[in-house]
């Protein structure tokens, strides 16, 4: 899916996965965030069968009339305030998409699908 914005000069077309690609890398970036997870068990047969699918795994990107709602599925670092994880994700995305593509954000949703416990936390090593 496109999203078109005309200007006086002529016609931009951005991909929903140029959206997710920046809103992934922001992810990714953020403190407490381990990695990203499929929606559910279904996504993840189906992306297994879909070697191919381009779409990015734990972002769904939903096109407005005004602008866009990002949708991410997140593992989160057990021990961290999630609450504040979530919060430090949902800043760092609006701002990477809107400063790089000049598109509205208009919500950005942060699912927690796992805590994933590393060994440094445990105190082993």
Same mark, same amino acid.
């Given at each position: +899916? +496109? $999203?078109?914005?005309?200007?006086?000069?002529?016609?931009?077309? $951005?991909?929903? !996965?140029?959206?997710? =690609?920046? %809103? #992934? /890398? %922001?992810?990714?970036? =953020?403190?407490?965030?381990?990695?990203?997870?499929? &929606?559910?068990?279904?996504? %993840?047969?189906? &992306?297994? @069968?879909?070697?191919?699918?381009? =779409? /990015?795994?734990?972002? @769904?990107?939903?096109? #407005?009339?005004?602008?866009?709602?990002?949708?991410?599925?997140?593992?989160?670092?057990?021990?961290?305030? $999630?609450?504040?994880?979530?919060?430090?994700? $949902? /800043? &760092?995305?609006?701002?990477?998409? !809107?400063? %790089? @593509?000049?598109?509205?954000?208009?919500?950005?949703?942060? /699912?927690?699908?796992?805590? &994933?416990? *590393?060994? =440094? *936390?445990?105190?082993?090593?």
């Amino acid at each position: +899916m +496109m $999203i078109t914005r005309k200007t006086e000069l002529g016609t931009i077309e $951005i991909s929903t !996965e140029a959206v997710a =690609s920046l %809103a #992934e /890398h %922001a992810v990714l970036q =953020s403190y407490g965030v381990v990695g990203l997870a499929e &929606r559910n068990r279904f996504d %993840a047969w189906k &992306r297994g @069968l879909l070697k191919s699918n381009p =779409s /990015h795994k734990g972002v @769904l990107i939903t096109v #407005e009339d005004t602008g866009v709602v990002i949708d991410l599925y997140l593992v989160i670092e057990y021990g961290t305030r $999630i609450s504040e994880v979530a919060r430090g994700v $949902i /800043h &760092r995305v609006k701002y990477s998409v !809107e400063k %790089a @593509l000049g598109l509205p954000v208009l919500a950005v949703n942060v /699912h927690v699908q796992a805590l &994933r416990v *590393s060994h =440094s *936390s445990t105190g082993e090593e």
